[in-house]
Structures are given as structure tokens and as C-alpha cells.
């Protein structure tokens, strides 16, 4: 019986090849929007991003801050290069942060639940995450195509 390849992919956080299936992939589809794949198979580009503590502590801890002070702190210090704000935030949080991207020229995307993000990055609920490393943040910016700087525009969202 002949082996089959395992795919790998390289997590956007430690920067590290692994297989495809240890990973976390958000995608983004022709519409614009944002999901956390956890079957892998969901149409439209994707990055991979590892799931565990470990990943975290060595390369995701500077790439992104989660929870409103953190990300709050971040942008106002200037550390955030993109927020990713889950779809089901509180008014009041969408709103601050909504403001908040457009004050300071920051992409914003809506993507998942608070439960949905907590899990991508090994934690409890969040409702925000601040992107904090350039990089991860420009491929993150790559797959929405310019459409995810659309949504800081007042007036939409």
C-alpha cells in the first residue's frame, strides 16, 4: 500500500513547517469574510497558525495581545496592526473598537464567535485580538484583498 504525503504548512506565529491537521487555518472566502476552518477544507485562502501554548510563548505572545485592555493598550501605543473583533462582541466593544480602527487607520475584520476566538489562540473567550507583528498582520491583510480595510470606514461595518 503506497504512503501518502502529509501536507505541511508553515504557522504564521512561530514560523515553523508542520502538518496541515496540527494547525489552526482562517480562511477568507470571495465575499470578504473571515473563518476559523477546523476541517481544513473550506474554500478560500488561508493561514495556518498553531494552536498550542508553546507556539504561543515562543512566537504568537509578540504577534498578537487578546482581551479588550491589551488590545486597547496596543493601539493606543501603537503596536496593533490589524484587530480582529469576534462577530459576537457586545455592542459597546464593537464600537470602541470600530472607532478605534478608524482613528488610527487600523484594518478591522469580524470573524467568528468570542468562544471561536479564544480557542484559535489557546485561551479563554475573547472578544478582540490585536495583531501585533507586522508580518502575520500584512498576510493576514493579503487574504482579505484590501476588502477588510473597507470595514474601518465609518458608516459600515
Not at 485562502?45 to 504577534?63: F, H, K, L, M, S
Amino acid at each position: 500500500m503506497k504512503q501518502r504525503k502529509v501536507p505541511l504548512r508553515k504557522c504564521t506565529g512561530c514560523q515553523e513547517m508542520k502538518n496541515k491537521k496540527e494547525l489552526i487555518r482562517i480562511v477568507r472566502n470571495d465575499a470578504g469574510e473571515f473563518a476559523l476552518d477546523r476541517t481544513g477544507k473550506l474554500p478560500g485562502r488561508g493561514a495556518y497558525i498553531c494552536p498550542n501554548a508553546e507556539c504561543r510563548q515562543r512566537g504568537a505572545d509578540v504577534t498578537l495581545v487578546a482581551g479588550e485592555v491589551a488590545a486597547e493598550q496596543a493601539v493606543r501605543k501603537k503596536q496593533a496592526y490589524l484587530l480582529i473583533l469576534a462577530q459576537d462582541a457586545s455592542k459597546n466593544t464593537k464600537k470602541k473598537f470600530t472607532n478605534s480602527a478608524v482613528y488610527y487607520e487600523l484594518p478591522l475584520a469580524e470573524i467568528g464567535t468570542k468562544e471561536e476566538l479564544g480557542r484559535a489562540i489557546g485561551a479563554e473567550m475573547r472578544s478582540i485580538i490585536a495583531i501585533t507583528e507586522k508580518g502575520f498582520a500584512k498576510k493576514l491583510k493579503e487574504l482579505a484583498d484590501d476588502n477588510i480595510e473597507n470595514r474601518t470606514k465609518v458608516g459600515e461595518g
